[in-house]
């Protein structure tokens, strides 16, 4: 577990250690280990480790076959979508979005992609999602948004607070839905 440990460090500790392994059982499978560990201090002055395994394998294929799912229905939606922390800062962006765009993940996390919104609306729309998120309401708007192919197309975005059993919010989901058409018809209805 751990290549030395001092009577020292063994009397100190006091809570135990985390880790997870992987094993390979006779048969070739490999089993998930959730290992809870502890060094401590006897009386005769041997360290002994105080140790708690837990079979996690299917918890892992489990959450990973929830995450494919999720993933597949993501990428495979009609809607460019999106997720953020808290605060509004985005971390993930569906296949979709990055093919209309272009963009990577990098030049679009957190706030980056004001790039591809058009720069008569940009202030408008991130100053009322911001507004949003700090109310933790839901955030409604319509803009243009950039294609990559120079492009811009209108977009109606959402977003919706992902709250936890208390109620307060720990991401956001949005969603970005194409109405280029209806914009198009309503301005030659209004002709």
């Known amino acids: 577990f751990h290549e030395k440990v001092t009577r020292r460090e063994a009397e100190g500790a006091s809570n135990f250690e985390q880790s997870e392994w992987t094993f390979l059982r006779k048969d070739g499978t490999r089993v998930s280990v959730e290992l809870?560990?502890?060094?401590?201090?006897?009386?005769?002055?041997?360290?002994?480790?105080?140790a708690i395994g837990r079979d996690v394998t299917a918890r892992k294929q489990a959450m990973f076959d929830n995450e494919e799912r999720f993933r597949t229905l993501a990428d495979n939606i009609a809607q460019l979508a999106w997720m953020a922390d808290e605060t509004g800062s985005i971390v993930w962006y569906n296949a979709r979005w990055f093919q209309y765009t272009g963009a990577s993940l990098q030049e679009a996390r957190g706030w980056g992609w004001q790039k591809w919104h058009h720069p008569e609306h940009v202030e408008r729309v991130s100053a009322r999602m911001r507004q949003s998120f700090e109310k933790g309401e839901a955030w409604e708007d319509t803009f243009p948004l950039r294609g990559r192919d120079g492009q811009f197309r209108w977009f109606l975005g959402r977003a919706m607070p992902i709250c936890d059993q208390s109620g307060k919010v720990v991401r956001w989901f949005g969603t970005h839905t194409d109405v280029t058409e209806q914009k198009h018809a309503e301005a030659e209805l209004q002709r």
């Open 36 to 50: 809870n560990q502890r060094f401590v201090a006897g009386s005769h002055g041997e360290i002994r480790v105080e």
